[in-house]
């Protein structure tokens, strides 16, 4: 795990030290029985930017010998693929695999949009060439589902249909899944991934997630919103808590018998009439989930480490142990470095970049 309980040039010296050392005492030394030679495949990928893109392949992980293969034991990962950030997915596949003791036990569901390139066929040849050992299935997630259920927000990139697509999981995968950790494109996990699989969902909550019940969960809202009674009284008799909806496991027996999907919508029409919020895909979870969230430890989301919506936003690690590091705001890894100025988490992520990459006219 890693710890951090100071700031400043203590917080420097630590990050640097870690970078060096985390590699060697984060890997399970009974996945990983033998790594081929990377051979780096090229892989042409266009769309708003031109961009040739060349990436290693992944090593080949394989279960310890603790590992059962049984269709029970299968952990299913759930994440969207685009061209703008299919490089944080591919780090974020490559650090699940690397930190798992069981790692042949994961099956990873993509969803891509039907509408951009990469298309989800082109993503799945991308994937395999990345990944050639990985278990996974490319899913094509038609847009017009939700497209005219998005009203605009605070930040263009947040209105992108796939963004919305963790609300139709239930019906894109097949029945036989029953449960999902889904994850954001721009994270890193430094643990083991049974040990987030393993949170017990009781009662009534369909979904887990870290909660953070010190922040101004009203922010979320327009006045609107909370001058409304017939609106507001949904978090009646609740303690609603903000979430992040990054990291989430899901039960998608209860997400498909009480219909989450409809109540998720619902609000989003609402939304499009009152204008009850400014953020993206997160107010509307939050109206469905506040105070019924089964509580996962901070530990599972490391969120913010984007930064805010300025171009050049850092932001420092919080105290105590982490499992996964989450890029969530503005700012990616991937660009900052590229760009030579990374903030001093960005380090974390690069261990984990599978790619070589050059920017050039075609």
Known sequence: MLRFKSLGVAFMLIINIIITIVPLFLVPTNAIRSIPKTTPSTIQLYGTATTNVQYNEAPEYFNGAQCTTTTASIIHVAMTLDFNYLRGS???VHSILKHTSCPENLYFHFIASASKSPRPEDLTRIIKTIFPYLGFTVYSFDDSLVKDLISYSIREALEDPLNYARTYLGDILDPSVTRVIYLDSDVIMVDDIQKLWSVS???????GAPVYCHANFTKYFTDRFWYD????????????CYFNTGVMVMDLVKWRKEDYRGRIEKWMKIQKEERIYELGSLPPFLLVFGGDVAAIDHRWNQHGLGGNNRVHSCRLLHPGPISLLHWSGKGKPWVRLDAGDPCPVDELWAPYDLSKHSKQLL
């Open 90 to 92: 591919v780090a974020a």
């Open 201 to 207: 969902l009781t009662g009534s909550t369909a979904i």
């Open 229 to 240: 009674s017939s609106l507001s009284s949904v978090f009646e008799g609740k303690k609603p």
